[in-house]
């Protein structure tokens, strides 16, 4: 069961450069999403995808964009890289068939370093 | 954006001894969810509540979903090493589908 695929595992990126972060799933969930991960600061929405076709703005979508041209694909670009986007960035999907009982699963994670 | 205060933000126990870790919201909730991180992975899911009241267990753990619907607790007993990790809360507001996230309680197990 291959789930949910990020790549790359790690980077790191001199500032000024463009960069994406690729997730792709293979559950066929509706819904997609990005976050980051910080010390000491959990787990921060980016953007979110409710639909192929449709995105949203999360707790934190400053400096990024996605788009999702289809069901399984949910690209993360950062069109010019600042140090203050090193984290661990994390692709979630959730299968939205009933809002009563969601549940959202992880990838496993693109480290990014912005040196 | 959501406030969700999770706490302990770390635990040192002794192999055997119960685990009590809470997180509380400023608003109401439909759903929480209990994750546990392991270093350089991602969040797996544990536990999963939907209504307020429910007690679910899942082996060695125990979860509820607070009457208030702004509060819930997760409870591990029996600790073994391999439960050291980053546990997360995370809360659904209703209406919406994305999930806010507790900032973590560190455990660490003593054999």
């Known amino acids: 069961i291959a789930g949910i695929t990020q790549a790359p595992t790690s980077q790191i990126l001199a500032a000024g450069r463009r960069m994406t972060l690729r997730c792709t799933q293979d559950?066929?969930?509706?819904?997609m999403y990005w976050y980051r991960q910080d010390l000491g600061l959990g787990l921060r929405l980016i953007h979110y995808s409710n639909t192929a076709g449709t995105t949203g703005k999360g707790e934190v979508p400053d400096g990024y964009s996605v788009s999702r041209a289809n069901t399984d694909d949910f690209p993360l670009t950062l069109a010019s890289a600042v140090p203050s986007q090193t984290s661990v960035y994390f692709c979630a999907s959730n299968t939205m068939a009933s809002e009563i009982r969601n549940t959202i699963y992880f990838g496993e994670g693109s480290w990014l370093t912005v040196v | 954006g959501q406030q969700l205060n999770q706490s302990p933000q770390s635990m040192f126990i002794q192999e055997g001894e119960d685990v009590s870790m809470n997180c509380t919201s400023s608003?109401?909730?439909?759903?929480w969810l209990w994750y546990k991180q392991d270093p350089g992975e991602g969040p797996v899911l544990l536990i999963a509540?939907?209504?307020?009241?429910e007690l679910t267990s899942n082996g060695r753990l125990t979860a509820q979903f607070g009457i208030t619907r702004k509060d819930s607790f997760l409870n591990i007993s029996a600790s073994i090493p391999s439960d050291v990790g980053i546990y997360f809360c995370a809360g659904q507001p209703a209406g919406a589908n994305n999930l806010f996230f507790g900032t973590g309680t560190r455990l660490t197990v003593i054999p």
């Open positions: 608003s109401i909730f439909n759903t």
């Open positions: 559950m066929r969930h509706n819904a």
């Open positions: 509540l939907y209504k307020a009241g």
